[in-house]
């Protein structure tokens, strides 16, 4: 997706998500940190030297967070890893998503292109995470695995270490979990909690 971005808009991806999608949104949210936002950053807690090289090895290839927190780390456009923002800014960006496309009178995506977005491209071990995932363009969907929310329609992504954001186009909500302690287990359930929590209520 970022070739494409660079090739149709010109933009690197960074760019276009700040002026297509944060700015206008109002929200806190990057792809490649300018050096002024260093100072506002919470410091990834990782595990010392000895335990984190790698400290996910079941992760294809195994990785390391020995390098999160450097400054070039920072700056460099991650697509699928080096996102930058709080539970707030991400769960803004999720609104749009699980509103068909539009919040607040700011539409960025036609609800036609959200459900081509979910709809099922496969269902089965992903080589990158080694777990059974159902998967649309882009996007994780609810699957038996994965029970992600009341909805059959809420879709998302969840990230390393064990932060989500995801979006229920039926009960046209957003939540999304952030943390700065990174856990490598499959028996993490912060995220799990806070969504069934949630979920509960809906």
């Not at 010392?48 to 090289?53: A, E």
């Amino acid at each position: 997706m970022g070739e494409v971005i660079l090739l149709v808009p010109g933009k690197t991806v960074g760019t276009f998500l700040r002026e297509g999608v944060a700015e206008p949104l109002g929200t806190d949210f990057h792809i490649g940190l300018g050096d002024e936002h260093f100072g506002r950053v919470a410091e990834l807690s990782v595990p010392p030297p000895r335990q984190s090289s790698p400290i996910c090895p079941s992760i294809n290839p195994a990785m390391s967070f020995i390098a999160v927190n450097a400054a070039e780390c920072r700056r460099a456009e991650i697509r699928a890893a080096n996102w930058h923002g709080n539970a707030c800014s991400v769960a803004r960006v999720m609104s749009t998503l699980a509103c068909e496309g539009e919040v607040d009178g700011i539409r960025l995506l036609s609800a036609e292109a959200i459900y081509k977005a979910i709809w099922e491209q496969v269902y089965g071990k992903a080589l990158t995470l080694n777990v059974p995932l159902r998967l649309g363009a882009g996007f994780m969907l609810i699957s038996k695995e994965r029970p992600l929310g009341p909805s059959p329609r809420t879709f998302g992504h969840t990230g390393v270490g064990g932060s989500l954001g995801m979006a229920d186009l039926d009960d046209r909500v957003s939540w999304t979990y952030t943390m700065n302690r990174p856990l490598m287990r499959s028996s993490d359930d912060r995220a799990r909690r806070i969504s069934k929590a949630l979920c509960a209520t809906l």
